[in-house]
């Protein structure tokens, strides 16, 4: 082999070098882009016409997401409507943890949800004050399940024994949250919801 084949062998093996480690530091970087453009889809999860659930508040329904100017930056935000109370408020859309907002449930969680309803009831402290602080953890928490058992609570202790004021709007609470987002997720009137949870807190 002759020197010039030898230099071009050479010239071959550092440039097929340089473009494997070109490939190398490609792959290297596309993880993230990928990474920064899943954050953006996470940060903007409902959309318009979409029915959430604000806890204490109830199922209501996003009307609108719009951009509002804070300070010198852009924010957007969740405009949500409440058929209960007509209440309509503004959810900054990357503080949506803080509020603890959620989809409503799925048909399947419903199913699990009305067999607690029929569950025999928890053992409650005896002191109303601090039964209700805790029951009223429970609503505020944004979770149907222990909405369901505050409700399934407070009626059957009243079957024995009287509910304070405050206990017994507890319990309408309970039962309105609880009744409205079973209507949602089932796709039924409140007054069918109405009357499925009764029936079952009667058992």
């Known amino acids: ?5 030898k230099k071009t062998k050479k010239i071959v093996k550092k440039e ?31 959309k318009i016409n979409d029915y959430v659930v604000y806890p204490a508040q109830g199922v209501g329904k996003i009307v609108d997401i719009e951009e509002i100017k804070v300070g010198n930056q852009k924010k957007l935000y969740y405009v949500i409507q409440f058929s209960i109370n007509a209440l309509k408020i503004k959810v900054q859309v990357d503080k949506l943890e803080e509020t603890n907002i959620r989809p409503v449930v799925s048909k399947n969680e419903i199913k699990k949800i009305l067999k607690i309803l029929e569950e025999k009831e928890d053992e ?26 505050v409700c399934r ?36 009137s409140i007054e069918d919801a109405k009357n ?8």
């Open 153 to 188: 609570n407070l009626f059957k202790r009243a079957r024995d024994k009287e509910l304070s004021l405050m206990e017994r709007r507890l319990y309408e609470t309970s039962y309105s949250l609880l009744t409205n987002e079973i209507a949602i997720a089932k796709e039924i």
């Open 124 to 149: 409650l402290e005896e002191d109303w004050k601090v039964r209700y602080q805790n029951n009223l953890a429970k609503i505020k928490s944004g979770s149907i399940y222990e909405v369901a058992r």
């Open 196 to 203: 499925l949870v009764s029936d079952l807190l009667s058992k």
């Open 1 to 5: 082999m002759d020197k010039k084949s």
């Open 16 to 46: 097929t070098k340089k473009e494997s480690n070109k490939e190398s530091k490609t792959k290297i970087t596309k993880p993230k882009k990928k990474e920064s453009s899943s954050a953006i889809s996470k940060q903007n999860i409902f």
